[in-house]
T-cell receptor
Framework: DAKTTQPTSMDCAEGRAANLPCNHS???????VYWYRQIHSQGPQYIIH???NNETNEMASLIITEDRKSSTLILPHATLRDTAVYYC??????????FGAGTRLTVKP | GAVVSQHPSWVICKSGTSVKIECRSL??????MFWYRQFPKQSLMLMAT?????????EQGVEKDKFLINHASLTLSTLTVTSAHPEDSSFYIC???????????FGSGTRLTVV
């Protein structure tokens, strides 16, 4: 499975956009990029996923570079409830989901 | 959307006893479920893949005789921690995927404390 690299932590001001980067330079052509988040003591929550094209849903936008070696999750208007650990995951060919260390996002008032 | 229910949400047990954790897909069938363990301030670690009607596949370093997995139906997988010890205290989480969906849905987790 392709390994992902994310910053350990990030801060964001409430109401501003939060941009969370992820490197996945060894990603294969048919592997998807998934983003999940985990709020303290809860199970991970699905945010968004993509293969090549940029994606947007009601929670976030996902920007994937043309070479697919990196991506950015964008929370357009961060709120205090968006404080969580965000995981960027590359789904392997055997369809299991393995988590890296993630980015701890703190949204500050 | 798909819902995965995990029970119990927390449990305290005495050292040497066994604890069973249930993972149910409430509104869909799941031929495959996954079990994770998470220690404080760490990421989720995949323990095993639970396959309906067949033996589970365990990750390297996970003792299959200690963490018994049973996936007897398309909506239920159970994880039994046998002869639990304090070092087994952790947050256990399961996940499943509905056929046709891309992502996995996670349960709310079970916090196990062994005293």
């Amino acid at each position: 499975d392709a390994k992902t690299t994310q910053p350990t932590s990030m801060d964001c001001a409430e109401g501003r956009a939060a941009n969370l980067p992820c490197n996945h330079s060894t990603i294969s052509g048919n592997e998807y990029v998934y983003w999940y988040r985990q709020i303290h003591s809860q199970g991970p929550q699905y945010i968004i996923h993509g293969l090549k094209n940029n994606e947007t849903n009601e929670m976030a936008s996902l920007i994937i570079t043309e070479d697919r070696k990196s991506s950015t999750l964008i929370l357009p208007h961060a709120t205090l409830r968006d404080t969580a650990v965000y995981y960027c995951i590359v789904m392997g060919n055997n369809n299991d989901m393995r988590f890296g260390a993630g980015t701890r996002l703190t949204v500050k008032p | 959307g798909a819902v995965v229910s995990q029970h119990p949400s927390w449990v305290i047990c005495k050292s040497g006893t066994s604890v069973k954790i249930e993972c149910r897909s409430l509104d869909f069938q799941a031929t495959t479920m996954f079990w994770y363990r998470q220690f404080p301030k760490q990421s989720l670690m995949l323990m095993a893949t639970s396959n309906e009607g067949s033996k589970a596949t365990y990750e390297q370093g996970v003792e299959k005789d200690k963490f018994l997995i049973n996936h007897a139906s398309l909506t239920l997988s159970t994880l039994t921690v046998t002869s639990a010890h304090p070092e087994d205290s952790s947050f256990y989480i399961c996940s499943a995927r509905e056929t046709g969906d891309y992502g996995y849905t996670f349960g709310s987790g079970t916090r196990l404390t062994v005293v």
